[in-house]
């Protein structure tokens, strides 16, 4: 899976959008991104994915720039408990098989009121 | 919205013990995982499994280390001989599989070996 590179840390105003970057350089063409969240020590939570086009949900954002070497995560409007750890992942997507989650040390977002 | 479960929530016990760590996936997922995390450190893959038999383990899964899915609705993790180094959070997850699985994560078991 391709490495991914992510800033330590970054602070969030309360009520305005956290946009969170995601270096994916070395990225192959059957490879997705996934954004995990955890907040303090708990589970890891799913946020959302993409392999090429932008992707919306409920939770946030996804915009994977048109080389797919990079990606942001957008929260749009940034609450207190949206402050965790939040992971970007690469990994091979292949239908029927296992695919483990290889986790870095991610971005600690910090949302201030 | 179903979620993945895991019992207990907290456990503590003596080195040289065995611990079982208890985990029910979501109902129709199909492909099960476990992944600890040390305190301060990165979540870590330990074996996935699916069809009963493991598909992919990482060296840290020694011969300490066993799963199994007992009936249809529980999977756990057995340490057999546990050491000061296996404390941890241990999480489970599980997803349907296909091109886009996503797995989702149980809120853990915090092992704590003394």
């Known amino acids: 899976d391709a490495k991914t590179t992510q800033p330590p840390s970054m602070d969030c105003a309360e009520g305005r959008a956290a946009n969170l970057p995601c270096n994916h350089s070395t990225i192959s063409g059957n490879e997705y991104v996934y954004w995990y969240r955890q907040i303090h020590s708990q589970g890891p939570q799913y946020i959302i994915h993409g392999l090429k086009n932008n992707e919306t949900n409920e939770m946030a954002s996804l915009i994977i720039t048109e080389d797919r070497k990079s990606s942001t995560l957008i929260l749009p409007h940034a609450t207190l408990r949206d402050t965790a750890v939040y992971y970007c992942i690469v990994r091979v997507a292949s239908g029927g098989s296992n695919y483990k989650l290889t986790f870095g040390k991610g971005t600690l977002l910090t949302v201030n009121p | 919205e179903p979620e993945v479960t895991q019992t207990p929530s907290h456990q503590v016990t003596q080195m040289g013990q065995e611990v079982i760590l208890r985990c029910v996936p979501i109902?129709?997922?199909?492909?099960f995982y476990w992944y600890r995390q040390i305190l301060g450190q990165k979540v870590e893959f330990l074996v996935s499994f699916y069809n009963n038999e493991i598909s992919e383990k990482s060296e840290i899964f020694d011969d300490q280390f066993s799963v199994e899915r007992p009936d249809g609705s529980n999977f756990t993790l057995k340490i057999r001989s546990t050491k000061l180094e296996d404390s941890a959070m241990y999480f489970c997850a599980s997803s349907r599989g296909g091109v886009q699985e996503t797995q989702y994560f149980g809120p853990g078991t915090r092992l704590l070996v003394l």
């Open positions: 109902s129709n997922h199909l492909y």
